[in-house]
């Protein structure tokens, strides 16, 4: 694959995991889902590829077979898709400038790992953890 092809399938994959996670998000929101996702990357925890890190089983919910959203895709006009694709783009180009946050999860779920005295961040109806 040619780097520019590269870059294409990172940015890609990137704004659609904000986008099906996401997208009812204001920016700021969109911005820390996309950095979560780079924290990953970035982490020796987990794999080092977006594709990996978003499709890791039971990671992000919006790539999980029983999750409805598996098949929703992005109109490319949309300007809720022009925000995902911004954000990240703009953690591509700049990494580890919003957050350290590396989970979240939606308000009004309470996943088994959640831990309240690991909370970086609230945005939008997410709440964010560096763990």
Excluded at 65 to 76: A, L, S
Excluded at 80 to 96: E, K, L, Q, Y
Excluded at 98 to 120: C, E, F, Q
């Amino acid at each position: 694959m040619t780097e520019t092809a590269e870059l294409l399938a990172r940015r890609y994959t990137l704004a659609l995991n904000v986008f099906r996670e996401g997208r009812g998000e204001p920016l700021i929101g969109k911005l820390y889902i996309a950095q979560v996702t780079e924290n990953r990357v970035r982490d020796s925890r987990w794999p080092d590829t977006y594709v990996s890190v978003i499709t890791q089983r039971l990671q992000f919910s919006a790539f999980n077979r029983n999750d409805p959203n598996i098949t929703v895709f992005p109109d490319e006009l949309s300007p809720v898709w022009a925000d995902c694709v911004a954000a990240g783009d703009f953690v591509i180009a700049a990494p580890a400038v919003l957050t350290r946050a590396n989970h979240y999860h939606a308000v009004g779920v309470r996943p088994p790992w959640a831990d309240d005295s690991k909370i970086v961040a609230r945005q939008g109806s997410h709440i964010f953890y560096e763990l």
